[in-house]
Nanobody, 128 residues
Framework: QVRLVESGGGLVQAGGSLRLSCAASGRTFRYLAMGWFRQAPGKEREIVAAISASGGNTYYVESVKGRFTISRDDARNTVSLQMNSLKPEDTAVYYC?????????????????????WGQGTQVTVSS
């Protein structure tokens, strides 16, 4: 079992920044591939960013490239999402996800069905 707890969401004006954090417990964190997803009202859950267990490989959805940065701290068992230059269209509930049993430490995963554990979500609202 892996327990994931997100923090850092909130209300911010367009152009502002937020940093989301996800604290993991229950499994050796360094073996987990991690991802950040978001879901806006009436829309499907979509991948925002993903990071391999090694931390050496990352993925970003096109709409956040150059604005968001995913990182992991294996000493603190956390994965973070630094979000800069936020836009109203970034408004959503953001979820942290973890996958055990990775193909390799260099693999990241993009499909929600590929993840085994989820956090409760944190609301991010960007006002125009």
């Amino acid at each position: 079992q892996v327990r994931l707890v997100e923090s850092g969401g909130g209300l911010v004006q367009a152009g502002g920044s937020l940093r989301l954090s996800c604290a993991a417990s229950g499994r050796t964190f360094r073996y987990l591939a991690m991802g950040w997803f978001r879901q806006a009202p009436g829309k499907e859950r979509e991948i925002v960013a993903a990071i391999s267990a090694s931390g050496g490989n990352t993925y970003y959805v096109e709409s956040v490239k150059g604005r968001f940065t995913i990182s992991r701290d294996d000493a603190r068992n956390t994965v973070s999402l630094q979000m800069n230059s936020l836009k109203p269209e970034d408004t959503a509930v953001y979820y942290c996800a973890a996958r055990t049993g990775t193909a390799s430490s260099k693999t990241y995963y993009l499909n929600p069905d590929e993840y085994d554990y989820w956090g409760q979500g944190t609301q991010v609202t960007v006002s125009s």
